[in-house]
């Protein structure tokens, strides 16, 4: 069980918005610790999506981005495209166990 | 721009030592913090720990006793070391660049399986 909660899977027709959530704890994003989001496509290795909470690195689609508030984050995907369909990850720091965690990944299907 | 390349055996048998390293290549290592993450196949994805050029390591407390993370800066390069693995132990192993806390950028990964 990830110390990070997502949900399995999301859904959404193209052109549509949809978020994802991801819950933590007093330890870590309650904490105040960042919250980065991963892009996993079909066989390829993770990319930073959105870090620090709501910053997307360069060439990031503006369509793509995060807010945190209390223990949860979410990425919202606004405008969704087939190429959207992925893995998503969060990322945060947890102070108990002294290192990073993940949440435990959703997988978004463009139906 | 930096790129990260991992290379390992590919088989390892259980009980014995896996052995994976990252190449860094575009930069240089130092300056920086070096991660080792996991994700079985189909499955999510675990911090395995980190190394600092300057020799500095934090492991997740699940692994600690199994796992050595070590870094040679003549060669631009960083090991990961898992000791007694098991079948659990079967996953993709990546490496990553840690700055400020976030992982970027990622190699390509390489499948480590553990069987007889």
């Known amino acids: 069980q990830s110390v990070l909660t997502q949900p399995p899977s999301v859904s959404g027709a193209p052109g549509q918005r949809i978020t994802i959530s991801c819950t933590g704890s007093s330890s870590n994003i309650g904490a105040g610790y960042n919250v980065h989001w991963y892009q996993q496509l079909p066989g390829t290795a993770p990319k930073l999506l959105i870090y620090?909470?709501?910053n997307r690195p360069s060439g990031v689609p503006d369509r793509f981005s995060g807010s945190k508030s209390g223990t949860s984050a979410s990425l919202a995907i606004t405008g969704l495209q087939a190429e959207d369909e992925a893995d998503y990850y969060c990322?945060?720091?947890?102070?108990?166990?002294?290192?990073?965690?993940f949440g435990g990944g959703t997988k978004l299907t463009v139906l | 721009q930096v790129q990260l390349q991992e290379s390992g055996p590919g088989l390892v048998k259980p009980s014995e030592t896996l052995s994976v390293t990252c190449t860094v290549s575009g930069g240089s290592i130092n300056y920086y913090y070096w991660t080792w993450i996991r994700q079985p196949p189909g499955k999510g994805l675990e911090w395995i720990g980190y190394i600092h050029y300057s020799g500095n390591t934090n492991y997740n407390p699940s692994l600690k006793s199994r796992v050595t993370i070590s870094v040679d800066t003549s060669k631009n390069q960083f090991s990961l070391k898992l000791s007694s693995v098991t079948a659990a132990d079967t996953a993709f192993y990546y490496c990553?660049?840690?700055?400020?806390?976030?992982?970027?950028?990622w190699g390509r990964g390489t499948l480590v399986t553990v069987s007889s």
């Open positions: 990322h945060s720091y947890d102070s108990s166990l002294s290192g990073s965690v």
């Open positions: 620090d909470n709501n």
């Open positions: 990553a660049r840690q700055a400020h806390s976030r992982f970027d950028p």
